[in-house]
């Protein structure tokens, strides 16, 4: 089993910046893909980006690129979502998520999930 904590959410104004963090336990040693996500009230879940746990590959939604970078300690065991140029329309509460599989479709298939934490963007 894999245990997940996501932590760093807040309030920022718009153009600000914040960094979460996602924190793994347990047998990490199975885990490929460590993945974010995004869920805005009364909407769907939202794929954000993704890393390979050896760091080799990021993946993010076009409603990111360029704004928001992934990276991982593994001495640590943690995953980082740095979150640039917010928008109000980035509020949410993430989630980041962990996947055993290796294949290429990095949007779905993950089975660990941590609690979330909310992020607020003011304008």
């Known amino acids: 089993q894999v245990q997940l904590v996501e932590s760093g959410g807040g309030l920022v104004q718009a153009g600000g910046s914040l960094r979460l963090s996602c924190a793994a336990s347990?047998?990490?040693?199975?885990?490929?893909?460590v993945g974010w996500f995004r869920q805005a009230p009364k909407k769907e879940r939202e794929f954000v980006g993704a890393?390979?746990?050896?760091?080799?590959?990021?993946y993010y939604a076009d409603s990111v690129k360029g704004r928001f970078t992934i990276s991982r300690d593994n001495s640590k065991n943690t995953v980082y979502l740095q979150m640039n140029s917010l928008k109000p329309e980035d509020t949410a509460v993430y989630y980041c998520?962990?996947?055993?599989?290796?294949?290429?479709?990095?949007?779905?298939?993950?089975?660990?999930w941590g609690q979330g934490t909310q992020v607020t963007v003011s304008s």
């Open positions: 347990g047998r990490t040693f199975s885990v490929h893909v």
């Open positions: 890393i390979n746990w050896s760091g080799s590959r990021t």
């Open positions: 998520a962990a996947r055993v599989e290796s294949y290429s479709d990095y949007t779905s298939g993950y089975l660990y």
